[in-house]
C-alpha cells in the first residue's frame, strides 16, 4: 500500500503523538493539608494538574488517536500497489481518414496488446482506454478527420504515467498508415519526451494519393495587386497547388480537381459576415506558418457559416480566418485576412509560408501517400525501453479505502462525544457523593 499525500498521514502522527502526551496530564485532588483557617477558602471542588506515570481515560485515548489517524490516512488516499510485471505497452491506435483497412488495423491492435498494457485511441484528438480495452478495440470507430501524431504522443506521456506501478519498464507501440498530413512541426520535439525507443507498426494503405493532382499555385488579381509577389514565391513551397480567386470569376476549367481559394480583395469572402466593429489583430496561423502582424479585421464567420466546414486558418485569440468546404471536384475556401500593399508583408518569409499553407490540398480529401520513411524513423528512435522512474507518478488515482476511512473518523468521533459525557456525568456523581450533607442551622 502507498499513500498519493502523504504528508496528511505524517501529520496525523505527529497529531496522534500530541493527542497521547495530553493524555499524561491528569486533573485530581491535591494532597490534604492543615490550614490555620479555612475562612477565605471557597466553598468550590479543589483541583491541580499534575503528571501521571499512566495515561488517563483509555478509551478516550483511544478513540481520540483512532479519529485522528483515520482522517489523516483517508486524506493521504492510499492505494493497494498492483503487482509489477516486467513491462507492459502503451500502444497508439490510429482512427484516423488514413486508417482504410480497419480490419488490419483492429487485428494488429489485438495481437500487441496484453493484460496490463495501455490503449491510446487518436483521430484529430485522443483518449486512453482504461477499462475493457479489449472490447474498445473491437468497437472503434474510425473517423474521417485527419489524424495527430502529436495529440497521441501526448496522451502516451500520460498513458505511461498510469502505467508506472505496473511495470518496470514501458514499451511505446504505434500503429499506424504513417500518412504526411498525421506529421506536423512539433511532433519531433514531443516524440523526443518518450524516454525510450518505439516499436513502428506501418499498415499499407489500400487507395493511392487522393488529395488531387499536382499543379502550380496559380493567382487571379487585378495588376499590381501585393498578393502576386508572395504567390510568385509561394509557387517554389511544396504543396502549394491551389488556385487564388481575387477578382476574377471562376469557371468550371478553373477547378481542376485543388482547393479553389476566394480571397477577396475589399469583397465579402464568402460565408463571412461583417463584424459589428473592426479590430485589430496580432498575428494569423495556418498548420505550422505563423505571421506576426497588424492586420484590420473587417470580416467574421458566424457559427451557421462554419457549420460542416473545416476551419484552416486562425487569428491568435482563436477566431476562425479562413475555413474550407468540400466540393464535388476538389475543395472551396474562403479566406478573410486582408493584404496591406504598405510594408514588406508580402515579401517576408514567414508570409510566404503561409500562403503556401493556405493554398495546399485540400483538407477534406486525404493524401495516403506513405510519409518520408525518415520521419518514421525518427518515431521509432534507439536506445532501451522507457525505465518506470522517467515517468511522474499520477496524483489523480482514486482511492477506494479513502472513504471508508474518512467513514471511521466520523464514527469515531460520535463516540468521543458520547464517551466523554459519560464520564462528566459519572465524575460529578462521584463529586456529590464525596461532599459531605451539609446539616440545617
Sequence with gaps: MTFLAPGFFYASLAVAAAVVALHFIVTRQPRAGILPTARFVPDLPANATARATRPSDLVLLLLRVLLVLAA???????????????????????????????????????ALHREHDAVVLFGSSARIVSANAVDSIRAAAFTTARGNLSAALITAMRAGSSLRDRADSIELVIVSPFAPEEFDAATDSIRALWPGKARVVSLRTVASDTAGTASKLDVRSAAGDPLQVAVAQARNEVGATGLIIRTANIT????????????????????????????TIGGVIAHDALVVSAFERRWTYPADSIRGAEVIARWIDG???????????????????????????VIRRDFIRFVAAISGNCESRASLRPADPQ?????????????????????DIRSDLAPWLLALAIAAAIAELFVRRRSSVDARSIRRSDQPEKRAA
Excluded: Q, Y
Design 375 to 395: 520521419l518514421v524513423a525518427r518515431l521509432a528512435s534507439s536506445g532501451g525501453l522507457a525505465p518506470r522512474e522517467a515517468f511522474r507518478p499520477r496524483g
Design 319 to 345: 477566431e476562425p480566418a479562413a475555413i474550407e468546404r468540400p466540393s464535388t471536384t476538389g475543395c472551396a475556401r474562403s479566406v478573410s485576412i486582408p493584404v496591406s500593399p504598405i510594408g514588406d508583408l
Design 252 to 279: 468550371a476549367a478553373d477547378v481542376n480537381d485543388r482547393a479553389v481559394i476566394h480571397w477577396p480583395v475589399v469583397d465579402r469572402p464568402p460565408g463571412a459576415a461583417a463584424r459589428l466593429a473592426r479590430d
Design 72 to 110: 489523516g490516512a483517508g486524506l493521504a488516499k492510499p492505494v493497494v500497489k498492483p503487482t509489477r510485471v516486467a513491462n507492459a505497452r502503451v500502444i497508439l491506435m490510429d482512427l484516423s481518414r488514413a486508417a482504410t483497412d480497419s480490419a488490419a488495423l483492429r487485428d494488429s491492435v489485438r
